[in-house]
């Protein structure tokens, strides 16, 4: 059995799928944020997160607290990753890279091709009026293509575009270029200016696009 579908078959049980979507989309959440956000109780919630930590899904850690003592948090092991799309990252990495012996720049003109289509068909998804819509509607788009996409808007009203899983991050080493490419797609769908930020803390990786109004 391959290690994604042990993985798969493991985690196919009732309210662990919805329980893994969420904690992958933050920077690690407590038993009680989950059982509010699902509507669940707090012991059946808890009784989830002990099975899938003691397989080796979930790490924890303690979040510190104004008052009283630090608060047990969830977030997902690196264990899971293969959960999550990619795109086939030895095959794509190999025909870059015999593209550039060919030719210097062949591997920067087809990234610049793959984001330019890319950028083209998410345009119709990505047409509202204002900023901020066409933030939430770029967000839904991309996580409908494998991104774990959301729009974080701070308190002084500033907009972000953070994702918590990203394909493309086996090139981002090899091919510096693929991340100004990927921001320059985001301003031209938004019409905003775009600053890339990536949060690392062992297994989490969030990549943050912080969003200025042009």
């Avoid at 977030?75 to 899971?80: E, F, G, P």
């Avoid at 950028?119 to 967000?139: D, H, I, K, W, Y």
Wanted: hydrophobic fraction near 45%; glycine fraction near 6%.
């Amino acid at each position: 059995m391959s290690p994604y579908l042990k993985i798969l078959r493991q985690v196919s049980k009732p309210h662990w799928f919805e329980i893994i979507e969420l904690i992958k989309c933050s920077h690690g959440l407590s038993v009680g944020e989950l059982s509010q956000a699902l509507g669940m109780s707090y012991m059946g919630i808890k009784k989830h997160c002990l099975a899938m930590h003691k397989l080796g899904y979930l790490e924890t850690w303690r979040r510190p607290k104004d008052i009283g003592r630090p608060e047990k948090i969830y977030r997902l092991s690196a264990k899971l990753n293969a959960l999550f799309p990619g795109i086939g990252d030895e095959v794509s990495l190999a025909i870059l890279e015999a593209a550039t012996q060919v030719e210097s720049i062949a591997a920067e003109k087809i990234l610049f091709a793959f984001f330019r289509h890319l950028g083209e068909t998410m345009q119709p998804e990505v047409n509202a009026s204002s900023v901020p819509e066409r933030a939430a509607q770029l967000a839904k788009a991309r996580t409908s293509r494998g991104y774990f996409s959301k729009v974080d808007t701070a308190e002084d009203g500033s907009l972000a575009l953070a994702e918590w899983h990203n394909p493309l991050a086996p090139l981002f080493d090899r091919f510096p270029m693929v991340e100004r490419m990927e921001c320059q797609m985001f301003e031209k769908l938004l019409g905003a200016h775009i600053t890339r930020k990536v949060e690392r803390i062992n297994a989490l990786v969030c990549y943050r696009f912080d969003i200025h109004a042009r």
